[in-house]
Nanobody, 119 residues
Framework: QVRLVESGGGLAQAGGSLRLSCEASVRTDTIGRMAWFRQAQGKERQFIGGIYWSAGETYSAASMKERFSISRDRAKNTAYLQASSLKPEDTAVYYC????????????WGQGTQVTVSL
């Protein structure tokens, strides 16, 4: 079982930046990839991007590439989501997900962390 714990959410001002962390409870050499999603109230979950754990190669939704970037620290078993030029519409619960494979649905999910962006 893989447990994922997000942190770093909270209140932010429009135009500002935020970094979210996702720590995995297991050695991440057993993880194939990790990814970030978000879900705004009343809306469907939205894919932001992910990272192939071993190679460190990232992949992102086209609409997210400009302001969101993903990285990882293998020694800390942690993935990061860096968000910049925040907008009120970025307000959502942000989730990280992980899977042992390199494709298909993500098997493991964190509990989510709320990000609220105000003007």
């Amino acid at each position: 079982q893989v447990r994922l714990v997000e942190s770093g959410g909270g209140l932010a001002q429009a135009g500002g930046s935020l970094r979210l962390s996702c720590e995995a409870s297991v050695r991440t050499d057993t993880i194939g990839r990790m990814a970030w999603f978000r879900q705004a109230q009343g809306k469907e979950r939205q894919f932001i991007g992910g990272i192939y754990w071993s190679a460190g190669e990232t992949y992102s939704a086209a609409s997210m590439k400009e302001r969101f970037s993903i990285s990882r620290d293998r020694a800390k078993n942690t993935a990061y989501l860096q968000a910049s030029s925040l907008k009120p519409e970025d307000t959502a619960v942000y989730y990280c997900a992980a899977d042992r494979g390199l494709s298909g649905p993500y098997e493991y999910w964190g509990q989510g962390t709320q990000v609220t962006v105000s003007l």
